[in-house]
């Protein structure tokens, strides 16, 4: 049996559940949203599309953390009601399967390399990137808008 090499990490829940009390407090920057559409409004801590009618919050969120040369922060969102951790993380989410580029970082950080998954999806990206002995971690991300999706991590 082929198991997975890597392990999916979404955010954790303490940064779901700063951004749910900054949201309530009115931080100009946490804004309530209400999905319209069933695949506009992914949540990065339960890893699942918001049904439309499901309240979000976007805000922004530090992928590549400040002081580097690739440091990053970009708008994510998550469910506005507490939600169960992505907790299957030897499984790719079969929610984001499509339309995802994949990037490998490297020890400080660097981008290494990236590639849109198309074909096999992104597991098969994801594994020959890890089994780079540069790759530090990977970023998973829409291909169409940019946003941060989850990190993968190897096992
Ligand atoms: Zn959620």
Redesign the pocket.
């Known amino acids: 049996m082929k198991t997975s090499s890597f392990r999916i990490v979404p955010i954790r829940t303490k940064i ?1 559940q700063a951004a749910r009390r900054e949201a309530e407090a009115g931080a100009p920057d946490h804004v309530f949203v209400t999905a319209d559409s069933p695949n506009g409004y992914p ?1 990065r ?2 890893l ?1 599309w918001a049904q439309s009618g499901e309240r979000m919050i976007l805000f922004p969120f530090a992928a590549i953390a400040l002081g580097r040369p690739y440091s990053e922060s970009g708008p994510i969102f ?2 506005a009601e507490p ?1 169960e951790r992505y907790a299957t993380t030897h499984e790719f989410p079969q929610a984001f399967r499509k339309g995802r580029v994949v990037r490998a970082y490297n020890s400080q950080h660097a981008i290494i390399a990236a590639e849109v998954a198309n074909g096999d999806g992104p597991e098969a990206v994801i594994e020959r990137f890890l089994q780079q002995p540069e790759t530090a971690f990977v970023h998973v991300r829409s291909a169409s808008h940019g946003c941060y999706t989850m990190e993968v991590e190897r096992l």
């Open positions: 779901a949540c801590h339960c699942r998550v469910h939600c």
